[in-house]
């Protein structure tokens, strides 16, 4: 009678381990096609923003010089990239991240900050049609942003640069 009592608690913990260690394999599967996924998802958007999109958000962040359909197109490219990381944190929050991580990291730590330091940011933004999770913190975020300042910061960090510079030449 012991040895059945044994036995049969013996069978129910290894089906309750064998349980146990499909749930952390199904989870695990799932996390690399996620991230699969995602590197695929980069790449593309990577190729279509073309061999060289610095060119077209300097020209964007000018804003002295219209932008072209193409323009638009790459500038639409490496915006949404950008606000695919906030869908991928919003997707694993339920475990890796807490909770609208997303609005710290993004909002506060500069994803978005550059590209609303643009007109062409804030036009695509009012353009485009996210999550209603996203759309209130951003729009409010914007609210206390300020107009676009994107060529003032570039000025002033080149001119700190030149600063820097002149400084380690007279060294």
């Avoid at 219209?66 to 990381?85: A, G, K, R, W």
């Amino acid at each position: 009678m012991v040895v059945q009592g044994v036995t049969i608690v013996s069978v129910l913990a290894g089906v309750a381990f064998v349980a146990w260690e499909l749930e952390q394999n199904r989870e695990l599967v799932r996390l690399e096609m996620f991230s699969e996924g995602t590197i695929a998802n980069r790449a593309t958007d990577l190729a279509l923003s073309g061999e060289n999109p610095a060119v077209v958000l300097a020209k964007a962040c000018e804003g002295s010089a219209p932008l072209s359909t193409e323009d638009l197109m790459i500038l639409n490219f490496v915006f949404t990239e950008t606000l695919d990381s906030i869908r991928r944190m919003r997707l694993l929050e339920s475990g890796l991240y807490p909770e609208d991580a997303w609005q710290g990291s993004l909002l506060n730590n500069g994803g978005f900050e550059f590209i609303f330091s643009m007109a062409a940011g804030r036009a695509w933004w009012q353009t485009f049609d996210p999550l209603p999770v996203m759309r209130e913190p951003v729009d409010a975020y914007l609210a206390q942003l300020g107009p676009p300042d994107c060529a003032e910061r570039h000025d002033q960090w080149q001119s700190a640069t030149m600063t820097i510079s002149s400084r380690s030449d007279q060294h």
